[in-house]
């Protein structure tokens, strides 16, 4: 039985689309940003997505936006097909926009940061490097 609330089970939707058509264009899950590429799965990209909305907007707003970014599950499959045993959601031209501006952000965000590890990676922030950081007023 799963036990995600709606907007998660969406968020995670969205995600899930969204990682498909990275996959499409570039061949591998890499989001391609000026500072490099950098690589996402889908857990990641749920929790950005969630973690962004659900700060600023009530959960049924969550769910109503999550669904405005993917397209209808009702077109008409591809004629070319016998039989359909699913379809993987897909975005909207909206949801592509949204979710690469989206890590676009987070992207610019790391960048600013400028935390690397040893292999000269860019990483993500400790809880105290991140109290540090907001305390000093950067």
């Not at 058509?21 to 950005?48: A, K, M, Q, W």
């Not at 999550?66 to 016998?82: G, H, M, S």
């Given at each position: 039985?799963?036990?995600?609330?709606?907007?998660?089970?969406?968020?995670?939707?969205?995600?899930?689309?969204?990682?498909?058509?990275?996959?499409?264009?570039?061949?591998?899950?890499?989001?391609?940003?000026?500072?490099?590429?950098?690589?996402?799965?889908?857990?990641?990209?749920?929790?950005?997505?969630?973690?962004y909305?659900?700060?600023?907007?009530?959960?049924?707003?969550?769910?109503?936006?999550?669904?405005?970014?993917?397209?209808?599950?009702?077109?008409?499959?591809?004629?070319?097909?016998?039989?359909?045993?699913?379809?993987?959601?897909?975005?909207?031209?909206?949801g592509?926009?949204?979710?690469?501006?989206?890590?676009?952000?987070?992207?610019?965000?790391?960048?600013?940061?400028?935390?690397?590890?040893?292999?000269?990676?860019?990483?993500?922030?400790?809880?105290?490097?991140?109290?540090?950081?907001?305390?000093r007023?950067?």
């Amino acid at each position: 039985m799963n036990s995600q609330s709606p907007d998660e089970f969406f968020a995670w939707r969205v995600a899930e689309a969204y990682l498909l058509h990275l996959v499409s264009i570039h061949r591998r899950p890499v989001y391609r940003h000026e500072s490099g590429d950098i690589e996402v799965d889908r857990n990641f990209l749920t929790g950005l997505l969630d973690g962004y909305i659900k700060e600023r907007h009530p959960s049924a707003w969550c769910v109503r936006f999550c669904i405005r970014l993917l397209r209808p599950l009702y077109e008409l499959p591809d004629n070319r097909v016998v039989f359909v045993g699913g379809r993987p959601p897909m975005l909207n031209r909206l949801g592509i926009r949204y979710m690469n501006a989206l890590m676009c952000q987070f992207a610019d965000m790391l960048v600013d940061m400028d935390l690397r590890d040893g292999c000269g990676m860019l990483r993500m922030p400790s809880e105290e490097e991140m109290t540090a950081r907001y305390s000093r007023g950067l």
